[in-house]
């Protein structure tokens, strides 16, 4: 488990979200990628014409989506899906407003404790342009594997940590 957030006197909570969670979730998710779309140049990025349904369906499948609560307040979310032995980790926002405050870190360490026995090493990718998302990244001990030119605009950056299990390290 990672060390907690707390913001003004309240702690942040990370817990499983649910279908009831579809639509607050992607209310977030929306506000967090509209920097992400504004970097590329490009507001038809996936997580921004996700529709409502298909992120229910996702809640309703074996994913792993969690969410960070602030005081009843939804300020982030992160979803890890399986293939094999491995974990895709997607989505991982958090609202405009408290970005750099430690909710992204404690979501991705919550998603990664969360799958630990499930999976050997988790896998993600972002933009070229998106600093602040490699640095995050890095500093988590994921290493580039390689890199995907998607469009003129974009390159995606994908990346991997190996997963120590429980009890091991």
């Given amino acids: ?92 926002v958090v609202v405009p407003d408290l970005q750099g405050r430690g909710i992204g870190r404690r979501l991705l360490g919550e998603l990664e404790a969360a799958v630990a026995g499930r999976v050997d090493a988790c896998v993600l990718f972002t933009g070229h342009l998106s600093e602040t998302n490699l640095r995050l990244y890095r500093r988590l001990g994921y290493a580039e594997t390689h890199r995907e030119r998607v469009a003129a605009h974009l390159t995606l950056v994908h990346m991997r940590k190996v997963l120590v299990p429980a009890g091991t390290a």
């Fill in 1 to 92: 488990m990672s060390e907690p957030v707390v913001i003004g006197r309240e702690p942040v909570v990370i817990e499983r979200a649910g279908p009831g969670d579809a639509g607050e979730l992607m209310t977030v998710q929306r506000a967090a990628y509209v920097a992400e779309a504004q970097l590329y140049g490009d507001p038809f990025l996936p997580p921004l014409v996700e529709s409502v349904e298909q992120l229910r369906k996702v809640l309703e499948t074996d994913a792993v989506v969690l969410k960070a609560v602030l005081g009843g307040r939804l300020v982030g979310a992160a979803r890890a899906q399986f293939s094999e032995h491995t974990c895709l980790v997607g989505r991982l």
